[in-house]
């Protein structure tokens, strides 16, 4: 049996008498592509906050890299990479500093920065732009660069919040042959996203609604048990369905 990367039960956060997450529960195997998807302010946020140890929960239990949410958030930080919505990079800092920066926060040796860097800037066909400030580059350049620094520190686990936002199809196309990379390697990938077409990618996908899970399960299965051709139509069904 696979084992579990991320295992939740009925985790919870409120916010006063709002219920930003309700009770949900999920697993996810090691080495899954796993999406997590839901309108804007459907809870997916809060959830992957308390995931990577960021936001204490107000009830329920989880477990991230096999360390649990509540005593072991240092240990889940050391063993997980995150890249947010919110382009994370410093942009006045050149690639180069950039990936040095982040080597040295995940703890990696001046050796191992070096080594990575040229490996880095090789796959990403980056090497003439190393000098470069990252505020010059192409957006989709800064993306496919800022996941490449986010799983720099080899993690068992990436969180990945709306990372394509904003890129045209290509780019978005080639971001997600970067994921493909990571998971052939044995990495868990946790994503959110808007985009629908990019539910299609991933291994399984839940769907939540108002804070809860509604729909769990591989895109194929999904559109069959809704009689839906696409992604989109299955999720419009279920935000249709809401109490």
């Excluded at 709002?18 to 997916?44: M, R, S, Y």
């Excluded at 477990?63 to 942009?91: C, H, N, P, W």
């Amino acid at each position: 049996m696979t084992q579990s990367a991320i295992t939740t039960t009925a985790l919870t956060k409120r916010f006063g008498n709002f219920i930003a997450t309700n009770a949900i529960t999920f697993d996810v195997a090691q080495g899954e592509i796993f999406g997590f998807l839901g309108a804007n302010g459907a809870g997916k946020t809060t959830a992957m906050r308390m995931l990577c140890g960021l936001l204490r929960p107000s009830s329920g239990e989880a477990r991230v890299a096999g360390f649990d949410i509540y005593t072991q958030t240092e240990k889940i930080k050391q063993r997980i990479g995150y890249m947010s919505q919110k382009f994370s990079l410093y942009e006045d800092l050149t690639v180069k500093e950039n990936i040095r920066f982040y080597g040295g926060i995940y703890g990696l040796s001046n050796r191992q920065i070096r080594d990575k860097t040229a490996d880095l800037l090789q796959r990403l066909s980056l090497e003439q732009e190393g000098n470069m400030l990252v505020k010059a580059l192409p957006l989709g350049w800064k993306q496919k660069l800022a996941f490449s620094i986010a799983v720099i520190h080899d993690p068992s686990i990436v969180f990945l919040d709306e990372p394509t936002g904003g890129v045209d199809p290509i780019t978005r196309r080639q971001f997600w042959d970067l994921i493909y990379e990571s998971a052939a390697k044995g990495v868990t990938i946790f994503v959110t996203t808007h985009y629908m077409d990019e539910a299609e990618y991933c291994n399984r996908i839940s769907i939540m609604v108002d804070g809860k899970i509604k729909a769990l399960d591989t895109p194929a299965a999904l559109k069959k048990q809704y009689g839906a051709d696409t992604m989109n139509e299955v999720f419009l069904q279920l935000a249709r369905a809401k109490s």
